[in-house]
């Protein structure tokens, strides 16, 4: 499974808003220098975590760029990590061909060919596929930018809840950032993990394909406010980072607010200027993950009464139900929901099902948007064929009724 980055943005779009409800840490430091220092506390610092040790190396390039075009200012600190390889599938040589990993402060520069802004640390070879590694860039950040409020920005293949290398089952857990010099990834669980270990952050953008799952939203529940992802697989470009920024310098956004920013211009790539989607319908959304415990009583409560209804009509429900990617496990919630409800003659299940659609839509999800009318926010793991006892092991399933569900539908 593929993901291709999203490029930043260099202009703001017309259309109208929505309404919101709203040890060590490194082996080379390289000194700081005062102008790059912090005396007073901004609003927001965006931790970019830019994995380009794969064949995303030249789009990690360009987007260092773009984010120059916006830069740090009084209110927004920007600071990225990024790495770098040589002789994979897509090989960038620009910029003198540096490889290994670099931390950066992120400042404006028109340049789009070079990268301008300070190197405040060159790490050698760093794993990037380590969730330590993701945990000491989230701690240095915080450390050296301190600000009211923490975005995180994961950046790099992603495939949902499943490994993106398929050699990495055997070391499950695995999903994102896949690093080709060390063969790792960061599964789920263990960006959690490096969350819980680096103190948390109130937003965190998936930027991956896939990651718009209820396991995957689930796992982060507890060590962030809001989260934003794709339920589907993500085009070669999308452009929205230097709009996002821009709105955050305006004034003083909530999480919610910018996981509402996040989709918002996502969208506006698309609409505004003829993005290309390459062949799969764009999908955006945001949520509130402090609603996700809520939301996984509510949707154990539709499995317990579905558990119990007839087969055929889950069964047809599986089979029509909008899936992501290549990965037909994959189904979109609301769209399954939506079929069971309108095939089933149980009135209790249709009871369940009218209250899970209408939390996931207006509790969960802050805003959803998608090129196709099937896809409403998240996807859920309904097997196609064989279960895979591996998404017993995640704290969805742990907490909650879904997995009993997923196995229960995977020879129906």
């Not at 300070?118 to 790490?123: K, Q």
């Not at 004034?251 to 969208?267: A, C, H, K, Q, T």
């Amino acid at each position: 499974m593929i993901f291709w980055l999203l490029l930043s943005a260099h202009s703001c779009f017309a259309f109208d808003k929505s309404p919101v409800t709203v040890g060590q840490i490194m082996e080379k430091e390289v000194k700081i220098n005062a102008s790059f220092q912090k005396d007073k506390e901004a609003d927001w610092t965006f931790m970019w975590f830019i994995n380009g040790k794969n064949d995303l190396e030249q789009y990690a390039m360009i987007d260092i760029n773009e984010l120059e075009s916006s830069g740090s200012d009084s209110k927004v600190n920007i600071v990225a990590e990024m790495g770098r390889i040589n002789g994979q599938d897509g090989d960038d040589n620009s910029d003198g061909n540096w490889v290994g990993v670099k931390r950066y402060f992120i400042v404006k520069d028109a340049d789009r060919n070079k990268i301008n802004s300070p190197v405040l640390a060159d790490l050698g070879k760093k794993d990037m596929g380590s969730w330590k590694e993701l945990a000491d860039f989230i701690v240095w950040s915080k450390k050296n930018y301190p600000a009211k409020k923490y975005a995180l920005i994961m950046w790099d293949h992603g495939n949902g809840w499943k490994p993106v290398d398929e050699n990495n089952w055997q070391n499950f857990y695995k999903g994102f950032s896949l690093d080709e010099e060390t063969g790792n990834e960061i599964s789920v669980p263990q960006m959690a993990k490096a969350l819980s270990k680096a103190g948390g952050v109130d937003f965190i953008l998936l930027d991956g394909c896939n990651m718009a799952m209820a396991s995957v939203i689930y796992e982060l529940k507890d060590y962030a406010k809001v989260a934003a992802a794709s339920q589907e697989t993500e085009p070669g470009m999308v452009v929205r980072y230097s709009s996002v920024l821009a709105e955050v310098k305006k004034g003083e956004l909530s999480p919610e607010d910018l996981g509402f920013y996040f989709v918002y211009y996502y969208r506006a790539y698309f609409e505004q200027m003829s993005g290309d989607n390459e062949g799969a319908a764009a999908t955006q959304s945001a949520f509130r993950l402090y609603k996700a415990s809520e939301f996984s009583s509510v949707l154990d409560r539709w499995v317990s009464v579905a558990l119990k209804s007839d087969i055929s009509v889950l069964s047809k429900a599986k089979k029509e139900a909008k899936f992501f990617g290549e990965d037909p496990d994959y189904k979109d919630l609301s769209d399954f929901v939506s079929l069971v409800y309108k095939q089933t003659q149980s009135q209790e299940l249709k009871k369940v099902s009218i209250e899970l659609d209408n939390f996931l839509k207006k509790d969960f999800i802050i805003y959803n948007w998608a090129q196709d009318s099937k896809s409403a926010g998240l996807s859920v793991y309904i097997p196609s064929e064989k279960y895979r006892e591996e998404y017993s092991g995640l704290k969805f399933s742990k907490n909650g009724l879904w997995d009993e569900f997923a196995r229960f539908m995977a020879d129906k």
